[in-house]
């Protein structure tokens, strides 16, 4: 596989809504504390998002970790842009601004 089939494969799940996660696990059964944590302030906000669990394609694992410049999981997306892992997600969320930017994306169910 080439670089260029990564890097469409990130593509293709940034568009698939405009929250996106690339996380360790699933949102039902995450595989570490920091994925766990991000995915409940999600869902606090009644987001809707793509997950992406990182251990099923290491490929995008590592090809990740370029394209965002961001060396952990999980990594929040918003519109194609990443908002950050999970302390910043938390710290968006406790001030009510995860929350405002969801709505503002259209990831929140009315």
């Known amino acids: 596989m080439s670089n260029n089939d990564v890097s469409e494969r990130i593509k ?24 766990a944590q991000t995915v409940a302030a999600l869902k606090a906000c009644n987001a809707g998002f793509h997950s992406v669990n990182i251990f099923e394609d ?7 970790k370029a394209h ?21 997600a938390l710290q968006m969320y406790r ?3 995860l929350k405002t930017l969801l709505a503002q994306a259209g990831a929140v169910a009315a």
């Open 95 to 97: 001030s009510g601004e």
């Open 68 to 88: 965002s410049n961001w060396p952990t999981f999980p990594q929040l997306y918003l519109n194609g842009e990443l908002l950050g892992g999970c302390d910043i």
């Open 58 to 64: 290491p490929e995008l694992r590592e090809a990740l």
């Open 12 to 35: 293709t799940h940034l568009a698939a809504a405009p929250a996106v996660l690339f996380m360790k696990g699933t949102p039902d059964f995450p595989q570490c504390g920091f994925s």
